[in-house]
């Protein structure tokens, strides 16, 4: 009998982790659609030039996995360089490097043998980093004004798949990859007003379980260019 009391509460206190994770990584629900954009070509442009890149920058941040319940943490670094440069260091706590990956346009560049199920696709990782650069094989199929002044752009893949931005007052606040009706993968970014660029971003594959949360510590300006080689870790 005590035996069938303890499984009892163990199913019971399992059952309500499931729920309470299930529900944490449940997306907040969609603002409120007011009406079509006439020119959803216009808005597209308004916002990419918000968004694009003025300056080299360091970005120092924190990063922390959760890959289907294994947890891991650490520190990282990200070097990005006007037209569409971005270069991305993950360590942990020792030093030891976990992953680097450098985006070119939409080109991810990763090391020989480098995990690539962390980082978000090209147009995803753009977003992350608070900058609006959909991937070159989609189109533009339309866009809505929201409660609160936000826009909403949409893209579709030559596959049937959608990408959906979502900003407000010119600054990215989602992106969400939806199969059909389901949201497959999303990122969440806190812009900040001063400077425009993101103090917190998260990146979910929900279909693989998967979230990579990126904090931000620090922000430097760069008063020259990043050094070339440091755009292609593969070699």
């Known amino acids: 009998m005590h035996d069938r009391t303890c499984l009892l509460h163990f199913g019971r206190r399992a059952a309500l982790l499931a729920v309470t994770a299930l529900l944490a990584a449940c997306p907040p ?136 931005y979502e900003a407000v007052d010119g600054a990215l606040r989602s992106l969400e990859l939806l199969d059909g009706s389901y949201v497959v993968q999303r990122v969440d970014v806190s812009p900040e007003h001063k400077d425009g660029y993101p103090v917190a971003a998260t990146y979910r594959n929900l279909a693989d379980f998967r979230e990579l949360k990126l904090e931000r510590k620090s922000l430097q300006q760069q008063h020259e260019p990043f050094e070339p080689s440091i755009w292609d870790p593969r070699s």
């Open 29 to 164: 629900a969609p603002p409120a659609v007011i009406a079509p954009i006439p020119d959803a070509a216009g808005a597209a442009k308004a916002l990419q030039e918000d968004t694009e890149l003025q300056e080299p920058l360091r970005i120092d941040f924190t990063w922390q996995l959760n890959d289907g319940g294994q947890r891991v943490h650490g520190l990282g670094v990200a070097r990005v360089e006007p037209p569409y440069r971005a270069r991305l260091d993950l360590f942990l706590d020792n030093g030891e490097t976990v992953i680097s990956a450098a985006l070119v346009d939409q080109e991810l560049r990763l090391p020989p043998g480098a995990p690539e199920d962390i980082l978000p696709p090209p147009d995803m990782m753009w977003g992350a980093l608070g900058v609006f650069r959909p991937h070159q094989g989609t189109r533009l199929v339309g866009g809505d004004r929201l409660e609160g002044d936000g826009v909403r752009l949409t893209y579709a893949y030559d596959d049937g798949t959608r990408l959906q």
